[in-house]
């Protein structure tokens, strides 16, 4: 079968598509046949190497994937044919955490393609429980789009951040696939939504997906359009996973007691950061990673019954992934990008 692989860190040229041997699934475990795949951030800072995190080379990447079981056990309730989605996070199920209901913060927890090899593939073998069946009006396409996404937001903006009908709402940087959830999310809640892009055309895209003020942070400072259009008083919860070039002015976008939460920081983890404003306008930095089987089945809920739609901006064969890394870190696309297996 085919299949991406890196077997050393770098730019997306190391990506090469490889054949190597179908995998065989043991007690517990699934055969799936993937049709489509979700590109995700986590994909690139690893192929880059992050540090302090150990990657066994060669390396499949991929964490989202949708496709059809070819094996599984009976017991599952899975059968061979089943439409189905993927759980992208791994877990022991026994440690504290797990038990208590928040398997995110497992002492083991892992992700596909980060801790073990991933979804860009042809056939994968993954743990029976971490397959959903998929209604058959859900594509593949967006099948794949959705899980990591859609799970990060949840966690972040339903658990975490715990917005209700009455706040008001920043996401930062709302162009990228989890921050097209959150918008969606946070006006399904009931919330006002601020959002901001980095050029005219996305911010355009995000009115038309329901955010009520969008800032061009390209050509305007929005902490201070925040204050401007909340009469100084500031929004009730950030969300801000893109890290040093947006903290310090997250943190003055929000109100007294706001709360600030975040899921990664793709331009850097060392913000400078002035203490006095989180205990002086007792503010809350909230952080949040994936989350728990109950968020994920919470999130595919809403998702199958159609109040959240993945954003995909484009679909390319898994041949084209070092074209499509690119086209993510050059900042070309708006929502998500999708790969399926063959050409």
């Known amino acids: 079968m085919k299949a991406v692989r890196y077997h050393r860190h770098g730019g997306p040229e190391v990506l ?44 499949i990447p991929g964490a989202d994937a949708s496709g059809i079981v070819k094996q599984a056990a009976e017991s599952s309730g899975l059968k061979a044919g089943d439409r189905v989605l993927l759980n992208p996070g791994l877990t022991c199920g026994r440690c504290e955490f797990c038990a208590a ?75 990228a696939g ?54 100084k008083r500031g929004v009730d919860v950030a969300v801000d996973y893109t890290g040093k070039e947006t903290w310090s002015k997250s943190i003055l976008s929000l109100r007294r007691g706001g709360r600030l939460v975040t899921c990664g920081a793709t331009s850097g983890y060392d913000p400078v950061e002035d203490l006095r404003h989180i205990f002086y306008r007792q503010i809350e930095i909230l952080g949040s990673t994936m989350g728990s089987d109950k968020d994920f089945r919470d999130a595919m809920k809403v998702f199958f019954e159609g109040k959240l739609r993945p954003v995909i901006d484009r679909v390319v064969p898994m041949s084209q992934a070092a074209d499509a890394h690119r086209a993510i870190e050059s900042r070309q696309v708006f929502g998500k990008v999708v790969l399926t297996p063959g050409a």
């Open 16 to 59: 090469q598509l490889d054949e190597i041997p179908e995998p065989k699934a043991k007690e517990g475990e699934a055969l799936l046949e993937v049709r489509a795949v979700g590109i995700n951030h986590l994909d690139i800072w690893l192929r880059k190497g992050l540090p302090g995190i150990k990657v066994n080379l060669p390396r």
């Open 178 to 231: 989890v921050g097209t959830v959150c918008v969606q999310l946070a006006k399904l809640a009931g919330c006002r939504v601020f959002a901001t892009a980095g050029g005219d055309a996305k911010c355009e895209k995000l009115k038309a997906l329901g955010a009520d003020i969008v800032i061009n942070h390209a050509t305007q400072d929005f902490s201070k359009e925040i204050r401007r259009l909340t009469d």
């Open 101 to 175: 209901g928040t398997g995110s913060l497992c002492l083991t927890y892992a992700i596909f393609g980060e801790h073990t090899d991933g979804t860009y593939a042809q056939t994968i073998v993954v743990p029976e429980r971490n397959l959903l069946k998929m209604p058959d009006r859900v594509t593949f396409e967006a099948g794949a789009a959705a899980p990591l996404a859609f799970l990060t937001a949840w966690r972040m903006l339903v658990v975490r951040a715990r917005i209700c009908p009455a706040d008001d709402v920043l996401i930062v940087s709302a162009g």
